[in-house]
Structure formats: structure tokens, C-alpha cells
């Protein structure tokens, strides 16, 4: 018998991971009953997406906040998997546990894992090959089967650590303003191939049963976010072919998050970041777009979000109130950002009905790709 090819191998995956339109319905219904009989506190511990102190080992401050808060996820960094490969899946399975909410919701364990200069693992877990090499080969068609291959093969490697979320691929095409601060992490310069790479790589990360969120929607300026604010000037008609990879995935793939920038569009939202704009998240991605999967705030503790003269705690209440799911936050700051949720939430500043809107949609994604029953 002929052993089938690994990109047959990938599509057969996909038919038996992709729900048909009522099992998808049924299980968003599911993941609402779940949200809605949550109380408060882990409401508020759902929508985080939390860096980790520890290396191998949690100090006690740290393990005391993932028992406290139980964050919807935990994202890890070199100096979290600065260890030999054997020892990550008990490691992550610790901290799990220890994160996990009752009943029985176990947070996204989510890494950076682009290629190229993004690679957070040491020595013995593959780096895969920057995202604009597979630009430069001659044929495109070989390009977007071995970036499909890749990424099934490197899902398979880092979901058997232990990770369920990727927090790539880069949809955003490369030009002469962004390809200082992306540089070999966009799949190059055309808006087509970018789209289907981006695709393709989501295919063979889902067909290993790992989770993506698509970034930086919109796209970034020539500005480094973490350091300063940048704006896109461009009309809205402008920004629409901008923004053509991220269409075409959502459309297509699915993917279970988009990553939101904090960069200013002006033609949506003058003088607002992106991540805190409600016009930007509600209006244009989920509206316009159609997106239903969880639209993730990038850090908030960044450069971008400072120059608007705003604390870390005030700009995740405004991304919540404007429509984002899930907030990136950090150790140091992990307990006053809950505590300033739960603090809108009793001042009314945000409802419960928009933090159970947001937990059911992360908790369907963890449904969808087996993280719970």
C-alpha cells in the first residue's frame, strides 16, 4: 500500500477536525452555558492571556496567581523553555493545572512559533525557516506545500510539549514602511501569496491540532508598537486591500484568533489604537469581516498604549468594552489588571453579558481543538 503524502495526510486531518455548520452551532451553545454559569472572578481570569515567571520551576507568587486567577492562557517565552526539550511537556502540564478553571476549562498554553527570528524554544525543538524564504523560492506552488508541510510537522513537535495556541502567522504584507520592524516575518510582498501562506500554514498547524491567531490585523507602520505609537493614513478603500490577507484567511480558514495592533487608524478610529477602538474591533473585523473566532489585544503594557497617556489596567478595560476577547498581560501587573476588570464590571463600565460573550468564544475555540470535552 502507497504511504499517503503529508500534504493528503493534512487534508484528511482537516475533514475530521472541521465541525459542520450545526455541530458548530450546537458547541457554541455548549461554550455560552459554560460562560454564563461562571461567576465573576473567572470570568474576568478567562479573557487573560498571562506571561509566566519560572523556568522549569513556578516560584510561589507565581503559582499562588495561576490558582487566584485561573487565566484563560499562559504564554511562554525563551526564558520560560530555556530547558532541554524532555523536560517541557511536564513543566507545561504543571503549570496547566495549576491555571486551569473550574469546571474543567484548562488554559490555551500559547508561544510565539513565526520561524525565522521568532523562535522561543532552545536547542532539540525545530526552528522553522523565515516566513519570506518561501517567498524567494522560484515556484509558488512548492512554496505554499512546504509551508504546509512545516507546519504540520512543527505543530505535531510543540503539541506534544504541551502548547495548544500559536500565537502566527504574520498575515500582513511586506512594503518599504513595515519591513523594518517585520523584517523576514511576512511572507513577502504580494497581498495574494501572503494570503494563501498565511492559510497554509494555518492548515498544517490545525491539522496537528494546534490553534493560530492571525497578526498584527491591521497591519502595522514603519513605528516599532513597543516602543512608540504609529498611524496608517490610507482611505478606507486603501485599507481594505491592506488588510486582504486577513479577509481570506477568516474567510477560508477559520483561524481561532486575530491578533489587533495597537497602531491608530485614522480613517476608523482617528487618534484611538486599534486594540481600543471599537470602531476597529467590533465594526470592521467582527462586522465588516465576519469574524467569530477570539480577537486578541496585543501587550498592553507597550509603548504604543503608553504614549496615549493610559495605564495598562485603563487600556484593557477599554479594549474589553470595545469588543476584544482576550488581553495580553504580564506577572507583574497579572492580579491589577483582574482586579481593575472586576472593579469596571462593578462600576458598570464593562457587563457581565460582554465578559461572557468573550469567554464563550475562547471557550468554544478550546472545544474546537480539544482542549475540553
Not at 48 to 61: E, F, K, S
Not at 141 to 165: P, Q, V
Request: proline share 5%; net charge negative.
Amino acid at each position: 500500500m502507497t504511504r499517503p503524502s503529508i500534504p493528503c495526510v493534512v487534508f484528511l486531518l482537516l475533514i475530521c477536525l472541521t465541525p459542520s455548520a450545526e455541530e458548530a452551532d450546537q458547541t457554541r451553545v455548549r461554550a455560552a452555558r459554560i460562560a454564563a454559569v461562571m461567576d465573576e472572578k473567572l470570568l474576568a481570569g478567562q479573557v487573560l492571556l498571562t506571561g509566566l515567571d519560572g523556568n522549569g520551576t513556578l516560584p510561589d507568587a507565581m503559582r499562588s496567581m495561576l490558582r487566584d486567577i485561573s487565566p484563560g492562557g499562559v504564554m511562554l517565552f525563551r526564558m520560560n523553555l530555556n530547558m532541554d526539550k524532555e523536560r517541557i511537556p511536564a513543566f507545561l502540564k504543571t503549570v496547566s493545572d495549576l491555571a486551569a478553571a473550574s469546571p474543567g476549562i484548562p488554559p490555551f498554553m500559547a508561544v510565539d512559533h513565526e520561524g525565522g527570528i521568532v523562535h522561543r524554544f532552545d536547542a532539540g525543538v525545530e526552528k522553522l525557516k523565515p516566513p519570506l524564504s518561501y517567498w524567494a523560492m522560484a515556484f509558488k506552488d512548492s512554496a505554499l506545500r512546504a509551508i504546509e508541510e512545516d507546519a504540520f510537522r512543527s505543530g505535531k513537535e510543540i503539541h506534544a510539549l504541551g502548547i495548544s495556541l500559536n500565537l502566527a502567522p504574520v498575515a500582513e504584507t511586506l512594503n518599504a514602511e513595515n519591513e523594518a520592524f517585520l523584517e523576514d516575518r511576512s511572507y513577502g510582498p504580494d497581498a495574494a501569496f501572503v494570503e494563501a501562506a498565511a492559510a497554509a500554514f494555518i492548515r498544517g498547524m490545525a491539522a496537528a491540532k494546534v490553534a493560530c491567531v492571525v497578526k498584527h490585523f491591521p497591519g502595522n507602520s514603519g513605528a516599532d508598537p513597543h516602543k512608540t505609537a504609529s498611524t496608517l493614513t490610507e482611505t478606507r478603500e486603501s485599507l481594505e486591500k491592506k488588510i486582504e490577507p486577513f479577509a481570506g484567511v477568516i474567510w477560508k480558514e477559520r483561524p481561532a484568533g486575530v491578533m489587533v495592533s495597537h497602531v491608530i487608524v485614522n480613517a476608523w478610529d482617528a487618534g484611538v489604537n486599534a486594540s481600543r477602538s471599537r470602531a476597529v474591533v467590533s465594526g470592521w473585523l467582527r462586522e465588516n469581516l465576519g469574524f467569530q473566532g477570539i480577537i486578541l489585544g496585543d501587550d498592553y503594557s507597550m509603548g504604543a498604549i503608553g504614549a496615549a497617556g493610559l495605564s495598562e489596567e485603563e487600556a484593557v478595560v477599554e479594549a474589553l468594552n470595545a469588543g476584544v476577547d482576550m488581553v495580553m498581560t504580564w506577572p507583574r501587573s497579572l492580579g491589577r489588571v483582574h482586579r481593575a476588570i472586576l472593579r469596571a464590571l462593578a462600576e458598570g463600565r464593562i457587563t457581565r453579558k460582554q465578559l461572557e460573550e468573550a469567554a464563550a468564544r475562547i471557550i468554544y475555540e478550546k472545544i474546537r481543538y480539544g482542549l475540553m470535552e
